[in-house]
């Protein structure tokens, strides 16, 4: 494997199980950084032994029809990538092992063998970012394979009550956007292009352009322009304000949309050279439909030097009022005493500037994590493992029950949660939780374990997802 796919390999691994934003993404930046060097030092070593132009399928290991579980029944599905240990070669096999929390006395079980590649499989909507429609259909499954100098992408459709495998799609590159009624909108090297999420079929119409999310809305191109944007209500499937381009600088960039999607705001900062953090100038710039200019206002913010980002703002907040107001507040030089406010009407047109005692922003309570209603016994132990994402209600609940007496890192295990945050499954990778995958139901808080398989052994990355059989 060269050193560009290393470096693919270990971003990927590491950083796209994670959620934009997570408090703690530049520690795990660190992690992917070592991990990259540990494989890097070992890849030197090692014959890239993994076949090009391969079957998207090696094969399967379907239950007979006497094993099949009734429809409905819930199931931890783990997508593995399992290291052959060929001496002196790299090369592993992608793999989909299934396990029955209902069925205790049943084994831990290989389905799938998917087919030589140094990633694991995952849910082709598991890695959505800003969008509501994160970890639907888990039926359709992506997987990278090695490709020489680069990587191509199949895509799986699998029925989890009989394990019939297909794959409907093989190209370079592919990344799913969002839903729009029944059809998911994907994009390839090539083009866009939308899945039917009921029947599996590939078709060649998308309603729009997607460029990025924003709130609940999406900022996409209509077909055929080539120059500025619209806020877009994919439910509605509405298109409901226009917007110029913006060139986002070197710097920071945050952007707001109002609720009724026909203004959009900004707040944008250059990073001067030789800036190492404190007052930053900017511009707060407010879009509105139906009006040519932009109004850009000057302000000031107090901001520290990132790393992995330029910027870190300290103290800020931009916020969209329900009286039609945008505000933009920015700390003074003492923090937590003052903050300047920029306050605009966006029917007017009129900005008013004030000083006012600071408004503490409250802490979370971590009722809502990652998007999921949490029970209250576990919200206090939430802070700590922040940085998994929603993954980390597994690690909390388990220091709930003192199985964890510390908050593990993030390289120290593989953790998983269904969307609702009821079913969670851990995987420690030392210790003495290492020889056991966990299940636990966060209603019933009851747990069983499992011994892991033999042939799980050698599995060094892992995805687990939470699946109800069709």
């Not at 993404?25 to 890097?40: E, G, K, N």
């Not at 710097?251 to 001067?272: C, E, F, H, N």
Request: proline share 6%.
């Amino acid at each position: 494997m060269n050193v560009a796919q290393l470096i693919h390999r270990s971003y990927d691994v590491r950083m796209t199980k994670m959620r934009r934003f997570h408090p703690c993404y530049i520690l795990s930046a660190f992690y992917a950084f070592l991990f990259f060097c540990v494989r890097t030092a070992e890849a030197k070593q090692l014959i890239d032994a993994i076949p090009a132009d391969q079957p998207p399928l090696a094969r399967s290991f379907p239950p007979s029809p006497a094993e099949q579980i009734p429809i409905g029944t819930g199931k931890i599905v783990i997508f593995t990538r399992e290291n052959l240990n060929k001496t002196g070669q790299w090369d592993f096999i992608a793999g989909a092992w299934e396990c029955i929390p209902s069925r205790t006395n049943f084994p831990i079980t290989k389905r799938v063998e998917f087919c030589h590649s140094s990633w694991e499989a995952w849910p082709l909507l598991n890695r959505l970012a800003g969008d509501e429609h994160r970890g639907l259909y888990p039926r359709f499954v992506r997987l990278q394979v090695d490709a020489r100098n680069s990587y191509s992408v199949n895509l799986y459709d699998i029925n989890y009550r009989t394990w019939d495998v297909h794959c409907i799609w093989q190209g370079k590159r592919l990344n799913a956007f969002g839903i729009v009624k029944n059809s998911i909108i994907c994009r390839s090297a090539e083009k866009w292009f939308s899945l039917d999420s009921l029947t599996g079929i590939i078709q060649q119409e998308v309603p729009c352009i997607p460029i990025e999310t924003d709130g609940s809305y999406w900022i996409v191109r209509k077909n055929g322009e080539s120059a500025g944007n619209w806020s877009y209500d994919p439910i509605k499937q509405k298109f409901l304000g226009h917007f110029r381009d913006i060139d986002r600088p070197l710097g920071y960039a945050k952007s707001l949309i109002t609720q009724d999607g026909r203004t959009r705001a900004w707040v944008l900062a250059t990073m001067p050279n030789g800036w190492l953090g404190g007052s930053l100038k900017g511009t707060f710039v407010v879009q509105r439909d139906g009006q040519d200019d932009d109004i850009q206002i000057p302000v000031t913010f107090l901001a520290r030097l990132g790393r992995g980002i330029p910027v870190i703002p300290i103290g800020i907040n931009l916020k969209s009022n329900v009286d039609g107001k945008i505000e933009f507040a920015a700390q003074l030089e003492k923090p937590g005493t003052t903050e300047r406010v920029w306050m605009l009407d966006i029917v007017s047109g009129n900005v008013s500037e004030s000083v006012r005692p600071h408004q503490t922003q409250l802490e979370s309570d971590f009722a809502i994590f990652d998007g999921v209603r949490t029970p209250e016994y576990l919200r206090p132990y939430l802070k700590d493992v922040q940085h998994f994402g929603r993954s980390g209600l597994a690690p909390a609940f388990l220091m709930y029950l003192g199985l964890l007496k510390t908050p593990p890192e993030y390289p120290d295990c593989e953790a998983g949660v269904s969307d609702d945050g009821r079913h969670i499954f851990y995987k420690a990778k030392k210790g003495s939780l290492s020889n056991v995958f966990i299940y636990g139901d966060t209603q019933t808080k009851e747990i069983r374990r499992w011994q892991i398989p033999d042939a799980l052994r050698s599995a060094d990355s892992m995805e687990f997802v939470w699946v109800e059989t069709p």
